[in-house]
């Protein structure tokens, strides 16, 4: 695979509209996102187009009827902390408040909702993460337990592997979590600052990132992972305010830090609001284009989008590669020192 670049495309969302952003998801039009906003109290999933186009919303606290839409949502959601889709277009919730796993249509409809707190196999201690394996299988990081457990759709326990520790194999509050095409699950092992790489039985097969820290490859509270088709691994950095790249290896490709401009729906509020861009225009602007606090990442059809949730907006980036089979790859030489004279 050559890499030209990985370069910053748009942003939409803004506060108000996407305020506290944790979670995208691309919806079956993959011109549209699912955007989980997390407030107390209030909070919703919305819907935008890559043109910052509002869909509308639903809440996911007190069954508030969905904006622009007749049902309520009827189910027991306290704080949500992640969300996937799944092969048929449904949405699939963890909430660590309510300590349950839900599945709902896009449009919000509730399907099913399972989950019990506890310290047993099988039982949950504030889940944050969740993932989706090719075979439909929920697989989610079970935080406070330090474990990982994967189960049916319908909720019934099938295994689970880690306990606390800073051992190979070891988690400290697991956070985030993805599965590759080979069933290998990729976990955010959050208090450690590592990402840790196991097979679909949980035996360890690598570690990614060199320690606590913030200079390339090193993490402070890594609170997702994401896997694309390439192999490359993307790790949420929450505390150091950034997105690494790994290849499939685990060696560090590079890193992004955010290059925010206005979205569209930011632009028509500062257009219609003097005082906002009287106060835009007195900010220096190179700041305002970082990412604060991400939270996760989602990778789809080689773009990456990131939920800034300290900005309340998503920035949106495209890879851009040429991909070789294996036999036109050179064998790996014995220096891995590149010299290019662009």
Known sequence: MLRIGYPYVNTVGMRRLTSCPISVVVGDDPHELHIMCRL???????????????????????????????????????????????????????????????????????????????????????????????????????????????????????????????????????????????????????????????????????????????????????????????????????????IQLFGADGHFVEKFIGDATLSEQARGYMITNMVAMRLREMTPIEPQKRFRWPVSVTVHDDYMYVPDFGSCRIQIYKKNVVRFSKGEIADRPRSNSLYTQF
């Open 40 to 242: 107390e109290g209030s909070t919703n999933i919305r819907r935008l187009t890559l043109d910052d186009e509002d869909k509308g919303a639903f809440n996911l606290l007190g069954a508030i009827t969905q904006i622009g839409g007749s049902f309520k949502v009827k189910a027991d959601f306290l704080w949500p902390s992640g969300m996937v889709k799944d092969s048929t277009g449904h949405l699939w919730i963890v909430d660590e408040g309510t300590h349950k796993i839900s599945k709902m249509t896009i449009e919000g409809e509730v399907v099913n909702q399972w989950g019990v707190n506890g310290t047993k196999a099988g039982e949950l201690n504030r889940p944050s993460g969740i993932a989706i394996d090719n075979e439909g299988n929920i697989i989610v990081s079970d935080t406070m337990n330090h474990r990982i457990q994967k189960f049916t759709e319908d909720g019934a326990y099938q295994h689970g592997f880690g306990s606390q520790g800073e051992d190979p194999g070891q988690l400290n509050m697991p956070w985030g979590i993805d599965v590759d095409d080979a069933g290998n699950i990729y976990v955010a092992d959050w208090r450690n600052d590592r990402i840790q790489k196991f097979d679909s039985e949980g035996n360890q097969i690598m570690v990614v990132g060199s320690g606590t820290g913030d200079s390339d490859g090193k993490f402070d509270r890594p609170s997702a992972v994401k896997v694309d088709r390439d192999g490359d691994i993307y790790v949420t950095d929450w505390a150091n305010h950034r």
